[in-house]
């Protein structure tokens, strides 16, 4: 079974702070991709990212920037000097060719940026 | 106009009523899904269809059941909605294409049960 978890549910922070969502997999299956979605406070899903298991490359997007190591099963995410705008709930999320293209959601980490 | 749309976009309905949740697509995917988001749980599987003729199970589907109309259409039921059923519901499609294939997701239902 897989199984993805955030481990922070929610975190505040004030504007042009950096900050990281920690991301947490676990899967038996050697080919797998990960994932990042924004929800905003309208509440549709945002694909922001993702990534295969053979790539470790380090990826950077503008203020995003995401830290895959599979050694330690992490895909965590970084805004830097973070937005107002920022502020919504982020999910990890994980399939794998076993899965088909069902995904395996974390709980979800709500980011609150203050002003 | 959104590539996948659902209908209603918010609904409150009583304690045993049955309800239906309808998707449609322009993407031209074969692969839709619908996802249930539960505070701190994040998303999970009800059911989910390959093509036209195919229908699984995912995670969480009891209490569920589904139709695929059309390759476009969608469509998740509550036979008898239960206050436990109160979530915010998504679905979404992929093209046919393995696990790499991005996943499109409708605004989401805001369901109710009462």
């Known amino acids: 079974a897989q199984k993805v978890t955030q481990a922070q549910t929610e975190i505040s922070v004030v504007e042009k702070e950096d900050v990281t969502l920690d991301c947490v997999y676990e899967?038996?299956?050697?080919?797998?991709?990960l994932f990042w979605y924004k929800q905003p406070p309208s509440g549709e899903l945002v694909f922001l990212i993702r990534r295969n298991s053979f790539d470790e490359q380090n990826e950077i997007s503008g203020r995003y920037s995401w830290n895959f190591q599979k050694s330690t099963s992490s895909f965590n995410f970084t805004i830097t000097a973070s937005q107002v705008v920022d502020s919504a709930v982020y999910f990890c999320?994980?399939?794998?060719?076993?899965?088909?293209?069902?995904?395996?959601f974390g709980g979800g980490t709500r980011l609150m940026v203050k002003p | 106009d959104a590539d996948v749309t659902q209908t209603p976009r918010n609904r409150i309905t009583k304690t045993g009523k049955r309800i239906m949740l309808e998707c449609s697509q322009t993407k031209g995917h074969d692969r839709m899904y619908w996802y249930r988001q539960d505070p701190g749980l994040g998303l999970r599987l009800i059911y989910y269809?390959?093509?036209?003729?195919?229908?699984n199970k995912g995670e969480i589907s009891d209490g569920y059941s589904v139709s695929r109309q059309a390759q476009a259409k969608f469509s998740l039921s509550l036979e008898s909605a239960i206050p436990n059923q109160t979530a915010l519901y998504f679905c979404a499609t992929s093209a046919e294409g393995g696990p790499n294939t991005e996943a499109f997701f409708g605004q989401g239902t805001r369901l109710t049960v009462v």
């Open positions: 899967t038996r299956d050697t080919t797998y991709y």
């Open positions: 269809s390959f093509d036209v003729k195919d229908i």
């Open positions: 999320a994980l399939t794998s060719n076993n899965a088909g293209n069902m995904l395996t």
